[in-house]
């Protein structure tokens, strides 16, 4: 089955320090990969996507994923944090980018404290 | 800049009554959609209209039914609330299948 799975359901980190998010999916076919993320009382928005090409896709905000194909993985990154980054932070893996077959995984909920 | 917005941001009812989200979006995209946003924050599509046509409508109960008078607006109906539809409803949009953009969501809370 087609899936998405974040295993860290919250990731607390300091202000400044670097951060991984963790991403890894289960597709059959060519995956269309997404970071989206939702801050407190707002709609969920698009942070970087992949469809093909350098592996290494940037963001908004110094944000960048990498996409590790023998891994299954599309980790989130970024070198160094600001407290205004906490947020969720949701994965999610379609079919050439259909949004309507879109799966997601069920967020990292990110803490920076200052 | 919020650009997909929806009425109300939260309501409580009780079981057997009926409710209606709004949705309007100003950035004349031609797909908008429900998502379904559980208490695990696990996201769910139900409905998608493009140009005024249902084009995805995933397994939920018919008590929940999609309406659009254009492709700016689309409202969700749901006829007779019941415990388990307690979530968040966000409702989005897209343009030729890019970048969704989100409304900010409606809380519903049946009692």
């Known amino acids: 089955a087609q899936s998405v799975t974040q295993p860290d359901a919250r990731v607390t980190v300091s202000e400044g320090a670097s951060l991984q998010l963790r991403c890894k999916y289960s597709y059959s076919g060519t995956p269309y990969l997404f970071w989206y993320v939702q801050y407190p009382r707002q709609g969920l928005q698009l942070l970087l996507k992949y469809y093909s090409g350098d592996p290494v896709v940037q963001g908004v905000n110094g944000f960048e994923a990498e996409f590790i194909k023998s891994n299954s993985s599309f980790h989130l990154r970024k070198a160094s944090v600001h407290w205004s980054d906490s947020a969720v932070y949701f994965c999610?893996?379609?079919?050439?980018?259909?949004?309507?077959?879109?799966?997601w995984g069920l967020g990292t909920s990110l803490v920076v404290n200052p | 800049e919020t650009a997909v917005f929806q009425t109300p941001n939260y309501h409580v009812t009780q079981v057997g009554n009926e409710v209606s989200f709004n949705c309007k979006q100003t950035l004349g995209h031609d797909t908008m959609y429900w998502y379904k946003q559980d208490s695990k924050k696990l996201l769910k599509i139900m409905f998608s209209?493009?140009?005024?046509?249902?084009?995805v409508n995933e397994t939920v109960p018919r008590r929940f039914s999609p309406q659009s008078s254009d492709k700016a607006h689309l409202n969700l109906r749901i006829k007779s609330v019941e415990p388990e539809d307690s979530a968040v409803y966000l409702c989005?949009?897209?343009?030729?299948?890019?970048?969704?953009?989100f409304g900010e969501g409606s809380r519903l809370i049946v009692v």
């Open positions: 999610a893996v379609s079919a050439g980018g259909d949004n309507s077959k879109l799966i």
């Open positions: 209209y493009n140009n005024k046509q249902l084009i």
């Open positions: 989005a949009s897209s343009f030729r299948g890019n970048t969704l953009y």
